[in-house]
């Protein structure tokens, strides 16, 4: 496994093994790697000839009162796990070297962002867009993995891909979750005690909706109130957002229909956690 | 030589192209092809395996007063000229076909737009950025052709190649000019005769400025005085702007040093036409 931090010498690379024919398989993160990272480079591993991660905390992403400098970090670690699961390339670049000076250009998003974490964070999905074209360029890979648990994020990668004509395959890996629900971030880490048993409760508040859903329950409003009072009863977190959208479009809907995203974000009192689920109504 | 009109098949057939090793020299225009063209795609040729022009009058660098539906157009002769040229594929989609709907992303600038065209036609080169993100990545070209003519544009990309760390190199080939010096432009057609041999003057005044710089002068404002004296007294357009900036950040000059550009646009009556000349001043 090589580990690179210069843009050039990684695009080198890459021109070089795709010269020979190689398939790319390409995972960025902002690393603190957890067993959701392993599944995509597993997965990655498996469809890929070589299999890059990248491992870059994109300041880009951050709003002004984020948590960009307290965002956990540990590179020994996630090295010493990427180079377990058969990666061939860590691409590690420095904010400076991703962004040297000011900006000639920046992707916008206009769609599919003014909903869930688009709304709480604005620019969020700006950053995450801008960073994802620089990688893409630099990486040029032929599959791009990431986890459903950031879904809004996957149909924003999903719509830059298309308006911009990556030829790269968009391939959404299942939310790998802890034995009690709680799905795995990097920020599960800044719960307090209390608040990790708390938060199960998102994913069991979640799962309420797919049985009232299976029930055949079909209106949106009903569903959302049920989930909120299953949070708010059992949790000391505020309830950030709790949509039912249409997804990947992400657009309101009053009855139930198709393809259904229930996104929640929790703010703890040192995390924001969001998780999700999708339902397909028939 | 082919036509290709489908995104997929142009992007399809650009990757096999690749694939076998194949050098790519990629000249973007919007059709109307004139002899700057012309000697773009003669330079593509001599540093390429394969050359591709593309031809799309892209609706969305044209402002709601612009002339999008006036702009020229002469697919026939386009082609004509284009297969003297050797070109091998020419892409020309439809607006539907590059815009099929509402974007989820577009690319917006951040520098070198505030002053000149930029500040004439706003969002005109968030409308080049955007398309040219998409052609890069359908077309896939080792170099990218475009004339000194469009000085800014030349800017821009420039930026744009180099913040999302497209691999392809930029060639800037030199403005042809008509005998009495008049750029080469696919609007030129639009001139009334008087506004015709008036039009030289644009240039004329141009290299005015180089003179007096070659001679010394060193004060932007004097030799922006004296280039305005020579349009405006010899010409019946309007002059848009008139800049002496430096190139290719495209800052203010009080005094004359390093790589400057003398930008002019006259708008005459169904025609804006633009002009520049580059100095280095020692």
Redesign the interface.
Same mark, same amino acid.
């Given at each position: 496994m090589k580990v690179i931090t210069a #843009?050039s010498n990684m695009?080198k690379q890459m021109?070089t093994d795709k010269?020979q024919?190689k398939s790319i398989g390409f995972v960025p993160t902002m690393g603190f790697l957890h067993d959701g990272h392993a599944s995509l480079l597993r997965k990655a591993r498996a469809e890929n000839d070589l299999v890059v991660l990248s491992i870059f905390v994109n300041p880009l992403q951050f709003g002004p009162n984020e948590d960009l400098d307290a965002y956990p970090r540990d590179f020994d670690r996630d090295n010493q796990l990427a180079e377990q699961l058969g990666t061939d390339y860590i691409f590690a670049p420095s904010a400076d070297e991703m962004y040297p000076g000011?900006?000639?250009?920046?992707?916008?998003?206009?769609?599919?962002t003014e909903v869930l974490c688009g709304k709480s964070r604005p620019g969020h999905f700006d950053g995450v867009?801008t960073v994802l074209?620089?990688l893409f360029? #630099?990486v040029?890979p032929d599959r791009v993995y990431f986890g459903m648990k950031d879904a809004q994020q996957v149909a924003?990668v999903e719509?830059?891909l298309?308006?911009?004509?990556?030829?790269i395959e968009l391939v959404a890996g299942e939310t790998v979750r802890e034995p009690d629900g709680l799905a795995k971030s990097s920020r599960n880490v800044y719960l307090l005690p209390n608040e990790r048993s708390e938060a199960a409760f998102i994913y069991k508040a979640l799962r309420l909706a797919e049985q009232m859903a299976a029930a055949g329950e079909k209106s949106a409003a009903k569903i959302q109130a049920a989930v909120e009072t299953v949070i708010r009863e059992n949790t000391t977190g505020q309830i950030d957002y709790l949509e039912i959208l249409t997804y990947p479009d992400l657009e309101q809907v009053g009855e139930l229909k198709g393809k259904i995203i229930v996104a929640a974000a929790v703010r703890f009192q040192k995390a924001r956690l969001i998780d999700n689920i999708i339902l397909t109504i028939e």
């Amino acid at each position: 496994m090589k580990v690179i931090t210069a #843009i050039s010498n990684m695009q080198k690379q890459m021109l070089t093994d795709k010269a020979q024919c190689k398939s790319i398989g390409f995972v960025p993160t902002m690393g603190f790697l957890h067993d959701g990272h392993a599944s995509l480079l597993r997965k990655a591993r498996a469809e890929n000839d070589l299999v890059v991660l990248s491992i870059f905390v994109n300041p880009l992403q951050f709003g002004p009162n984020e948590d960009l400098d307290a965002y956990p970090r540990d590179f020994d670690r996630d090295n010493q796990l990427a180079e377990q699961l058969g990666t061939d390339y860590i691409f590690a670049p420095s904010a400076d070297e991703m962004y040297p000076g000011p900006p000639s250009v920046v992707v916008k998003t206009t769609a599919r962002t003014e909903v869930l974490c688009g709304k709480s964070r604005p620019g969020h999905f700006d950053g995450v867009a801008t960073v994802l074209t620089k990688l893409f360029n #630099i990486v040029r890979p032929d599959r791009v993995y990431f986890g459903m648990k950031d879904a809004q994020q996957v149909a924003v990668v999903e719509g830059l891909l298309a308006d911009f004509h990556f030829p790269i395959e968009l391939v959404a890996g299942e939310t790998v979750r802890e034995p009690d629900g709680l799905a795995k971030s990097s920020r599960n880490v800044y719960l307090l005690p209390n608040e990790r048993s708390e938060a199960a409760f998102i994913y069991k508040a979640l799962r309420l909706a797919e049985q009232m859903a299976a029930a055949g329950e079909k209106s949106a409003a009903k569903i959302q109130a049920a989930v909120e009072t299953v949070i708010r009863e059992n949790t000391t977190g505020q309830i950030d957002y709790l949509e039912i959208l249409t997804y990947p479009d992400l657009e309101q809907v009053g009855e139930l229909k198709g393809k259904i995203i229930v996104a929640a974000a929790v703010r703890f009192q040192k995390a924001r956690l969001i998780d999700n689920i999708i339902l397909t109504i028939e």
